[in-house]
């Protein structure tokens, strides 16, 4: 760490003795660190508004793929080394300016260290001779406790430089660089005032205790003026960011807000819990921040104007090739529709033909079943003639009682009345087969046509009633054959 910290700690020196004036070392101090670092502020400022003019697509890249953050993250790489930028270059070279103030920090922490370049041995003999024991109970420095623990001898605490190099002036000077010998060369007072204020002291709250003095208000408003420069560079930054980009980015806008607040209570809470040389320094730099960020702003204008115009055209022929895409997809579904619709109406056609050529079928023909407006009221497979044609209906009331008649006529006959001669058995009415209608006809007529179907294929009474004697007598005649044998049959009995 000493090796980091000691060409910074050259530099604040050497502005302290040419001014002798550790206010203005350390203002020329930012100065000179910030033209160092200006290539890197620039270079930050460009990875930034890269990022901005890449907001847009980044959006899409969120509604298209936001629910797969694999894939997004994806293509959110793939956009990256498309335009050529890096996420993390504005944030790394934003960190280089901490890493500074970290190191300014701890060379204003410990200046015996780095400004006089004492080791500690040398820094625990200069407290003995100051009496750091005693001195720094009473000041408040150390307490009590603390002493005891370390036995009385010089710790290199928080701030125990800062407190023992406020002991040394001009008349123990002489008396402690000849006790450190050779080494004591390097030992001077140091002069930490500036515009009237001890800068190694820390600002506090309590400004008014020990009487409102300048030296006491000046320092409570040391880490007030720090934090209203800080929220006024932050300002500056995004204006100039917006000059270079058209670009909105609500989540962007969002995380610019948050920081514009963040940093300067940063820099008030720092500012009271640090020696106010460090709220200097920090005024300091935000001043030369927002020049240069002026400064880079116009520098880059001209180049990101340059750079979103590409980036729009670049995107209005993105968008002009996924209309063309989105066109040919149509078409091509048009196309195959149409085609689609043409096989469809050439098979139809080829069925329909054959259809017309082979002759219907039965069981197909649906014109069979039909009734009426039910176009399958008999059944889908049926056929007229599948069992020889329809059945005339009769009237069993009529069979029955023809029968019972012809049993009366034959018990008369057994009793002795003389049979009636048989009769010539009359033909049968042919049964007339229902053939099926063209057209199907309308129910009434259907059902008026059945009833006199009906009637024309019933027998009359007459015809049951001699067809029934006939099958009588035949009956007896079977009868007598069986109830009366031959005589040669009862010869063979006997």
């Known amino acids: 760490m000493g090796i980091i910290l000691k060409p910074f700690a050259w530099l604040l020196l050497t502005f302290y003795n040419i001014f002798n004036s550790y206010g203005l070392a350390l203002i020329l101090f930012a100065i000179v660190i910030k033209l160092i670092l200006f290539p890197v502020s620039l270079k930050s400022k460009k990875s930034m508004i890269q990022m901005n003019l890449l907001s847009g697509k ?219 040389g460090l709220s200097v320094y920090w005024v300091a730099q935000y001043f030369v921040t927002m020049a240069q960020e002026v400064i880079c702003g116009r520098m880059l204008k001209k180049d990101y104007e340059a750079a979103r115009l590409a980036a729009e055209e670049r995107e209005r022929q993105e968008k002009e090739e996924e209309k063309r895409r989105k066109e040919e997809a149509r078409l091509e579904r048009a196309r195959r529709i149409e085609e689609e619709k043409q096989n469809k109406g050439k098979k139809k056609s080829g069925q329909k033909k054959k259809k017309d050529e082979e002759p219907d079928q039965e069981g197909v023909n649906k014109e069979d079943s039909r009734e009426g407006i039910r176009a399958y009221a008999r059944g889908r497979a049926y056929i007229p003639g599948r069992f020889g044609g329809v059945t005339p209906y009769q009237d069993p009331n009529i069979l029955i009682r023809a029968q019972m008649e012809a049993q009366a006529a034959a018990k008369g006959k057994k009793k002795g009345q003389p049979a009636p001669e048989s009769q010539a058995e009359q033909p049968a009415a042919p049964v007339q087969t229902e053939q099926p209608a063209a057209e199907a006809p309308a129910q009434e007529e259907l059902d008026v046509q059945s009833a006199q179907a009906v009637e024309e294929h019933m027998p009359s009474a007459a015809e049951v009633t001699e067809e029934a004697e006939t099958q009588e007598i035949e009956v007896e005649v079977e009868e007598i054959e069986v109830e009366v044998p031959d005589e040669d049959e009862k010869k063979e009995g006997i």
């Not at 944030?91 to 080791?119: D, Q």
């Not at 820094?123 to 009473?138: G, H, M, S, Y």
């Not at 370390?150 to 430089?161: D, I």
């Open 58 to 276: 980044m959006q899409q890249l969120q509604k298209q793929y936001g629910k797969d953050r694999e894939r997004y993250n994806l293509e959110v790489q793939k956009l990256y080394e498309r335009e050529k930028v890096n996420p993390m270059g504005g944030c790394l070279w934003s960190l280089i300016p901490m890493i500074v103030l970290i190191a300014l920090y701890g060379i204003i922490r410990e200046p015996i260290t780095y400004f006089m370049n004492l080791s500690m041995d040398q820094i625990k003999e200069v407290a003995q001779l100051l009496n750091w024991d005693t001195v720094a109970v009473t000041q408040g420095w150390v307490t009590q406790a603390m002493m005891d623990k370390a036995g009385g001898v010089f710790e290199n605490g928080a701030y125990n430089q800062l407190y023992l190099l406020s002991l040394i002036n001009d008349s123990n000077l002489a008396s402690l660089q000849a006790a450190l010998g050779e080494a004591g060369s390097g030992l001077f007072v140091m002069n930490f005032q500036f515009l009237g204020l001890d800068l190694s002291l820390i600002p506090t709250w309590k400004f008014w205790i020990g009487g409102l003095k300048w030296s006491s208000i000046g320092l409570f408003l040391l880490p007030l003026v720090s934090t209203g420069v800080s929220f006024l560079s932050m300002k500056v930054s995004m204006a100039t960011n917006k000059m270079n980009t058209k670009t909105q980015n609500a989540q962007m806008d969002q995380t610019n807000k948050i920081m514009m607040w963040m940093m300067p209570l940063m820099s008030l809470w720092i500012g009271f819990t640090v020696p106010a």
